[in-house]
């Protein structure tokens, strides 16, 4: 459960900048350069109000001029690239410092960036620069989060189990991003600096928490560790590399040369690209297409949320009775493509379509992304190969989720880029990068454990069932039960 709160104020640290593009950029009239003058010397004259004066009728300078998306996507660029980048040490150092203070450090400095971007509006600052160094800083420290919660649980449930455990588990993200969305669009309208200050104190307090209460799962999991743990709390001591579990920390290069962590890393990519694209930039297609303001905008878009939590449960229980988590993926990737085609055609008919594909979109495109960054991540870092060494854990999920965050740094970046041309455009780019995950989960089955499949075989276990349209669905059954 702690570490479930742990990482949901991470989520909810990072929702609110999709709520307040809205904000940050409004549709104005058609004088835009008229309009801003006369509102500059308006403002000139009205010093001492509360509201920061530099502020125009089309939103919040530098973000009121016409490349508005284009400004936005660095933004997210800066934050995603940053995080990807640190993505890949993070697994690294986080195997060799205690989690408990590796996690609280990067959880206060989260709190501080989070809230520095909110203060340019209490300060009234218009610099771009400013905003794009707090994102990049911002996405840095978080990248502390990820490994180090995964890291906790992951030794805690044997494999039997692992899909539905942490699909019920990995349901943080989607309730952060939930709270994060709501707290944002409460004071987005009136206030969109507090819509940033609020979540970097709330998810600062949770670091504090995370110090005072987490204790590693090593100290139950043998009872002759017990005595070591006990002296390693009671003195305060870091546990170094070689002694928390018996083994020394994997390299990077070793940590690739697990069966499936290139596979899964390149899936979660494409998977991830299309998710984050959803979260960063749904509220302002909401705002643009439904016409709603920011604040009904932001409250909206948690229903896609609301429909991952119940895609990765889904995922992770499929995935557990099947026994094939590459199959599971494969799955639902399958039926995310044309989904995401009906969300463009669907959301413009009104708002009651637009929910019931909300719902549907967040859990086929969410199970997946849902499904790899837990019980997948875990699968391979206690692998087989690795002969009992655990210290992987942390440099595997690195791996996985540093990789599938190239993808969602270039996703709401392609979104800023081709926006401009039309909605459809957008949803256009999204079914391609769902095509490509599909098809590296296919190589996964393909070749799952090092078991390749000679297209003889394939082909003596098929029946074809029934021709739908130019599609036809085949039925597979393979004599090596433990094939993917």
């Given amino acids: 459960i702690l570490t479930f709160l742990l990482y949901a104020s991470f989520h909810l640290s990072r929702k609110p900048i999709s709520i307040v593009k809205g904000e940050l950029h409004k549709h104005c009239a058609a004088s835009h350069e008229v ?32 490349n508005y998306k284009q400004l ?25 410092l205690p989690i408990r203070y590796y996690l609280t450090v990067g959880m206060l400095a989260s709190g501080l960036f989070t809230a520095m971007f909110g203060l340019g509006y209490f300060y009234n600052i218009h610099n771009l620069w400013f905003y794009i160094m707090a994102q990049i800083a911002n996405g840095l ?25 942490m699909g019920m588990w990995n349901s943080h993200t989607s309730v952060g991003n939930i709270l994060g969305s709501l707290i944002a669009a409460y004071w987005v309208s009136t206030c969109w600096g507090l819509s940033f200050v609020v979540p970097g ?21 043998l009872i002759k560790t017990i005595e070591n743990c006990t002296m390693s709390l009671n003195s305060g001591t870091a546990v170094t590399a070689e002694g928390r579990h018996g083994t020394s920390a994997i390299s990077f290069l070793g940590a690739l040369r697990i069966p499936g962590v290139i596979e899964f890393s390149l899936c979660l990519l494409f998977a991830k690209l299309v998710s984050y694209t959803f979260l960063f930039w749904l509220p302002l297609y909401i705002t643009n297409v439904e016409h709603l303001d920011a604040k009904r905008a932001g409250d909206l878009s948690t229903l896609f949320d609301v429909g991952g ?23 639902m990737l399958l039926l995310a493509a044309p989904t995401l085609y009906m969300f463009s055609a669907v959301s ?3 708002l009651e379509a637009t929910i019931v594909m909300l719902l549907i979109s967040g859990a086929l495109v969410n199970g997946p992304y849902a499904l790899i ?38 996703g709401p970046l392609l979104a800023g880029l081709i926006s401009p041309s039309g909605w459809n455009n957008v949803f256009y780019m999204l079914m391609v990068a769902d095509a490509c995950a599909l098809l590296v989960s296919l190589k996964i089955l393909w070749s799952c454990d090092g078991l390749a499949v ?11 069932i029934e021709p739908v349209g130019y599609v036809f669905v085949f039925a597979m059954d393979f004599p090596d039960r433990h094939l993917n």
């Fill in 35 to 66: 309009e801003l003058n006369s509102y500059r010397e308006y403002a000139a004259q009205i010093q001492p109000v509360k509201k920061p004066s530099n502020v125009s009728q089309c939103g919040w300078e530098p973000f009121d001029k016409n």
């Fill in 141 to 165: 420290v978080q990248t502390t989060g990820w490994p180090s919660v995964v890291t906790c649980i992951g030794n805690w449930f044997g494999k039997g189990r692992r899909g539905l455990i």
């Fill in 201 to 221: 104190v709330i998810i600062a307090v949770m670091g504090i928490v995370c110090f005072l209460f987490l204790i590693e799962r090593k100290c139950f999991s």
């Fill in 373 to 410: 960054t837990t019980a997948v991540s875990a699968d391979l870092g206690t692998h087989k190969s690795l002969k009992g060494n655990a210290r992987a854990l942390s440099t595997v999920t690195a791996i996985i989720d540093g990789t599938g965050s190239v993808g969602a740094a270039l």
């Fill in 72 to 96: 936005l996507g660095a933004l997210d660029y800066s934050f995603l690239c940053a995080y990807a980048i640190g993505m890949y040490l993070s697994g690294i150092i986080g195997e060799r």
């Fill in 454 to 464: 000679p297209l003889k075989s394939v082909l003596l276990h098929t029946q074809i």
């Fill in 309 to 331: 939590i119940f895609g990765g449960i889904l995922a992770g229980l499929i995935s557990d009775r099947l026994e094939k988590r590459a199959s599971t993926c494969g799955m």
């Fill in 348 to 350: 413009k008919m009104g």
